[in-house]
């Protein structure tokens, strides 16, 4: 959606805040005991969060009626503040922990939760840099900003990943 200033950039004030509270709230519940635990599931689902933003970015971005024509204006106006309301993001992330919560307790829901949520805050960052900032050559970001310049202007079937080449290469999507 085309997002006024302040919309856009809230993401970047309510997922740290949410993750931290969500992240205290979690391991106090979770107890020293169960804290490695806690620990674990919030990097487990730290690394799905990249299958997640492969298969949201390649099957629903680009091929979702609706969504793929605003995901199109982002394709061409790069720099413009489209992206996802904060709260229809935390609304999502929301219905993915309460089940959990109701099926386990709300310490491992609440790592579910962080997990997830680092993840898309990671996602949301990165490409806001890589859409709005001058990396230095050969780092790390200068190498996510050119896959993602590809997808953007040479092949849009290619390169979903946006913080990571893994996926991408797992289903045979990369092009470098």
């Known amino acids: 959606m085309q997002l006024g200033l302040i919309g856009y950039y809230s993401d970047f004030v309510v997922y740290p805040l949410a993750i931290a509270l969500l992240g205290v709230a979690g391991l106090i519940e979770a107890g020293e005991e169960s804290a490695p635990d806690w620990i674990g599931t919030v990097l487990i689902c730290l690394g799905l969060w990249t299958l997640i933003e492969y298969v949201l970015h390649r099957f629903v971005l680009h091929h979702v009626p609706y969504i793929r024509d605003l995901h199109d204006r982002h394709h061409v106006d790069e720099r413009s503040p489209v992206g ?88 045979g999507t990369a092009r470098l």
């Open 84 to 171: 996802t309301p904060t709260w229809l993001s935390l609304g999502v992330h929301a219905l993915i922990a309460l089940p959990v919560w109701v099926l386990s307790d709300f310490a491992t829901a609440s790592a579910v939760g962080c997990g997830l949520m680092l993840g898309y805050l990671w996602y949301i960052s990165v490409h806001h840099m890589i859409h709005h900032w001058h990396p230095a050559h050969p780092s790390y970001l200068y190498t996510l900003k050119r896959r993602h310049a590809v997808h953007h202007h040479i092949d849009d079937s290619a390169n979903f990943g946006v913080t990571s080449l893994f996926w991408d290469r797992v289903f």
